[in-house]
């Protein structure tokens, strides 16, 4: 007896889907499309902008409004319209020369710059080293540490009599003054750096056996010279402070001889531009040793 075999509909279908082959997937499927990249839009970070820009310009907008409106009745005080005129005169002709008490006031910068190159220049050359060995042997240390806190707190203008006496014309003496008022921070922040060195440091050194002159140029230098070069920036902001007080009494040509100059013919609008002057230089000075120390700053970013 043969038994017949009955499907649904149904059960039909899905038997048909089962055993019929797979559909190949199209083109357009396989490849999805290529979808255009979105540029972002550069932002602008107002609050960095404000702070780094508008908000300087602010503060000088607001010290010469002050300036203005203290002068705006007649006073026997420049005003900043008066002053501003006055050094377009000034800076019209910087290098003008007509004797030696008599030149522009781009010469009396270069002199001042000069002399303060020579007297930083001596005070590095002498307290960078000082500084590693006072850092380097406690004996040094003890001994030089009270001489340090006597001497540093000395007026410059207490430092150029002595010059004076010694040298016996008024540019050494000048000199003088800025290297001894300018070698303290050089001496101070070296010798602190050598004594912030890691032990460990100095462990392996004398377990490797390594000389003093090693030791130096392998260990203490690349760890000290953030310090140094610290110590450096303030030095030639004290440097540049003390030639200006020096010049004022020693004469000859330079800034500082310049406003003293301004100031006995009672040119109070060329003191004022001289103000600028001054500090305008020191600001470049130390804004060029700020980014010399950020090029050999060992941290890690």
């Known amino acids: 007896m043969v038994s017949a075999v009955f499907h649904s509909p149904l059960e039909a279908a899905s038997d048909k889907r089962a055993t019929a082959p797979a559909a190949k997937p199209s083109a357009s499927a396989a490849q999805p499309k290529a979808v255009a990249p979105v540029l972002a839009k ?19 907008a607001l010290l010469v409004g002050i300036w203005g409106l203290l002068t705006m009745k007649g006073s026997t005080f420049p005003s900043p319209a008066a ?42 050359a002498v307290g960078i080293p000082l500084g590693f060995m006072i850092g380097r042997f ?27 006496m010694v040298f016996k ?74 030639i200006v007080a020096a010049e004022m009494l020693t004469g000859g040509v330079g800034i500082g001889f310049w406003v003293w100059d301004e100031w006995n013919n009672l040119n109070v609008k060329h003191i004022l531009i001289a103000i600028f002057v001054i500090g305008t230089v020191g600001l470049l000075l130390e804004w060029m040793l700020i980014n010399i120390a950020r090029r050999f700053s060992f941290e890690n970013e």
């Open 42 to 60: 550069p932002s602008t970070d107002w609050g960095a902008l404000f702070l780094k820009v508008f908000a300087p310009l602010a503060g000088i």
């Open 83 to 124: 002053t501003f005129e006055e050094a377009v005169k000034v800076f019209s002709d910087p290098f003008y020369s007509k004797g030696p008490n008599d030149q522009g006031i781009g010469w009396n910068i270069l002199f001042s710059l000069q002399r303060v190159a020579l007297g930083f220049g001596m005070a590095a």
């Open 138 to 164: 406690e004996l040094l240390n003890r001994m030089a540490s009270p001489l340090i806190s006597l001497l540093r707190p000395v007026s410059p203008l207490a430092w150029l009599p002595i010059g004076l």
């Open 169 to 242: 014309a008024a540019n050494p003496a000048a000199i003088w003054t800025i290297f001894i008022c300018s070698i303290w921070p050089m001496i101070i922040n070296t010798a602190v750096g050598v004594q912030r060195v890691p032990e460990d440091y100095m462990n392996v050194a004398r377990v490797l056996k390594l000389s003093e002159w090693k030791i130096f140029s392998r260990i203490l230098f690349p760890a000290v010279l953030p310090y140094m070069l610290t110590g450096v920036r303030l030095s030639v902001g004290t440097a540049w402070l003390v």
